[in-house]
């Protein structure tokens, strides 16, 4: 496999861009090698410079959910683009897309439109702190929340592929408010409670998707959620990955459980930058101009994005996958299983729906310290070796695998091919 004009624009990408990339998490710092340039992606599969074609399970970290270029979704953005790009003014269209978010999510009455993940979960903290009156703010360790200043610490993705605790240029005092707990372990949540009277609420990932998958174990989530109703502390969910994914209403609809804030980004815009906060109405009306919590965005509910969302979630919620990506994962979660077995390489796969990943330990991964016990440099091999054999993944042991509703039995094929090669090189390394 040839990889030579990616190298080439890796080279020409260092000059004016950082690293090359304009996102951490696409620079392969952690696995070797040059990041792959891309040319172009359709269905499940995606497409590099040099011509290699890979069966695609990044998809964009999660928002092409219904595969790349979807012909529903290119007939509704072209038709909005047709009328402008954007107006600083409201349109038909958000109401539309409100709409559907709103009925997928119980708990949210009304919703805000931003244009990032990252914008929503700072937009939501800021809204439990306005409703509250309180300050502090509990997260996860391994758990990622965009990379706004005071959740930049003890946080997955990048960071965790970076083994950084936290990040340079965040004054002491952005995170003199953020409380570190374990994941799946609610004492954890409670201890800090014991010594804080002043704790506006918890932020999750209900399914962990950023330290590797994690799923919560024995209702975690449940119990997390009735303890802070006890305490009059807020939940807020962090579904910018689940949300529509884990199934179209969410984790929260899976794990039955209904968040007091709910924060939406990826596969809401379809592969266009869209996130969203919303709550019942008793919350929302903090929101400015309702309220005075303070939130705003030029490009906020952008037309061309807006069609891009409405047009992937309907269609998503037509084609309902959700059972099909169960099979389908459990499918590929057997076959990683099975050939790491085959060749004696340990690993544990941990996968909710369309979502999973296998870290290369023995241990049983439900926090992110398990999740560390992970040997990244047999997983740096498994994945070029997955590549050599055409299967795109994310370029680290702390990132999920996502599945697409492209994926065909014949792409099946090509990803056992694949972890056969792939594990069989891990075993001789
Ligand atoms: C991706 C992600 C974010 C950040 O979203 P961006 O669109 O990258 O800013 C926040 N929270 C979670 C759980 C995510 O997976």
Redesign the pocket.
Known sequence: MNFSKSKELYNEGLVNLVGAVN?PVRAFASVGGNPLFIKKAKGSRITDVDGNEYLDLVVS??PMIIGHRHKKVQKAVNKALKNGYSFGASTKNEIKLAKIVCDAFPGMDKVRFVN??????LSGIRLARAFTGKDKIIKFAG?????QDSLLVAAG?GLATLSLPGSKGVPEGAVKNTLIATYNDLESVKSHFEKHDDIAGVII?PIG??MGVVVPQNNFLKELKAYLQSKGALLIA?E??TGFRSTFGGAQEVLGVEADIT?L??VIGGGFPV?AYGARNEIMENVAPLGGMYQAGTLSGNPIAMAGGISTLTELKRQNPYECFDRIGSEMETILKDKAEKYGVDIVVNRFGSMMNPFFTDKPVHNFDDAQTSDTNKFATFFWEMIKNGVFLPPSQFEAWFLNTAISEKDIKIFEKAVDASMKKVAEA
Do not use: L, P
């Open positions: 996102s970290y999660g990032s993940g990252t914008e929503a979960v758990c990622y929340h965009g990379h993705s990932e998707g950023n962090d910018v990955m924060c980004g990826k996130g």
